[in-house]
Nanobody, 121 residues
Framework: QVRLVESGGGSVQAGGSLRLTCAASGRAYSTYVMGWFRQAPGKEREFVAVRWRSGDALYSDSAKGRFTISRDDYENIVYLQMNSLKPEDTGVYYC???????????????WGEGTQVTVSR
């Protein structure tokens, strides 16, 4: 069992920045990949970014160039630095972890409770 706890959400004006943090506890195998999905009101959850232990990262097209995912493998913490935020980035951001690399929400068995990000015009 893996427990994921997010922090760092909030409200910001367009063009601003936020940094999300997610701390994981539990089985090491299940945190090989850690990252973020988000869900806007009335929409399905969508992939944002993931990074695997001692490896590379994957980003959604909307996140590329604006968001940076990093992680502390020793502490099992993943960060999402979000710059140049847009109103369409508004939503609940969920931390995820799994033993394999995927951009599909159904492939992630561990989810945090989510943290709200609101970007105003």
């Amino acid at each position: 069992q893996v427990r994921l706890v997010e922090s760092g959400g909030g409200s910001v004006q367009a063009g601003g920045s936020l940094r999300l943090t997610c701390a994981a506890s539990g089985r090491a195998y299940s945190t090989y990949v850690m990252g973020w999905f988000r869900q806007a009101p009335g929409k399905e959850r969508e992939f944002v970014a993931v990074r695997w232990r001692s490896g590379d990262a994957l980003y959604s097209d909307s996140a590329k160039g604006r968001f940076t995912i990093s992680r502390d493998d020793y502490e099992n913490i993943v960060y999402l630095q979000m710059n140049s935020l847009k109103p369409e980035d508004t939503g609940v951001y969920y931390c995820v972890s799994a033993g394999g690399i995927s951009t599909a929400a159904n492939d992630y068995e561990n989810w945090g409770e989510g943290t709200q990000v609101t970007v105003s015009r």
